[in-house]
Nanobody, 121 residues
Framework: QVQLVESGGGLVQTGGSLRLSCAAS????????MGWFRQAPGKEREFVAS????????YYADFVKGRFTISRDNAKNTVYLQMNSLKPEDTAVYYC??????????????WGQGTQVTVSS
C-alpha cells in the first residue's frame, strides 16, 4: 500500500520561500508521476507541478512557472517542491499525489494528508 507524507508547510511573508517534501513508501510501478496539487478555501483542487520517477521530466501550471521547482530523490523516495517568490494567492493546502498522468486530477490515486501554506501580505 502506497503512503505519502508531506511536510514543510508554514507561514511565510510575501516574497518568501518554502520547500515542501513528500516521502513515499510502498511504490506503485504502474504510476510514474508524482504531483503537487493545492486547494484554497472555497476553490477546487488544482494542479501545481509533477515529475516522473523514471526520467525526471517536469511539468508546471502556468501560474507557478519560474517560481516553483519540483525535484525528486529516487534513493529517498522523496519529492520536493521549492516555492520561491510566494504570493498571498499561493495560500492553500498543498497535497502530493501519485498518479498515471502529468496533470489530470482524476489520474492520481494516492494522496497525502496535505500541508498548509500561508502567505501573508
Amino acid at each position: 500500500q502506497v503512503q505519502l507524507v508531506e511536510s514543510g508547510g508554514g507561514l511565510v511573508q510575501t516574497g518568501g520561500s518554502l520547500r515542501l517534501s513528500c516521502a513515499a513508501s510502498g511504490r506503485s510501478f504502474s504510476r510514474n508521476f508524482m504531483g503537487w496539487f493545492r486547494q484554497a478555501p472555497g476553490k477546487e483542487r488544482e494542479f501545481v507541478a509533477s515529475i516522473t520517477w523514471s526520467g525526471g521530466s517536469t511539468y508546471y501550471a502556468d501560474f507557478v512557472k519560474g517560481r516553483f521547482t519540483i525535484s525528486r530523490d529516487n534513493a529517498k523516495n522523496t519529492v520536493y517542491l521549492q516555492m520561491n517568490s510566494l504570493k498571498p494567492e499561493d495560500t492553500a493546502v498543498y497535497y502530493c499525489a501519485l498518479g498515471r498522468l502529468r496533470s489530470l486530477l482524476s489520474a492520481y490515486d494516492f494522496w497525502g494528508q496535505g500541508t498548509q501554506v500561508t502567505v501573508s501580505s
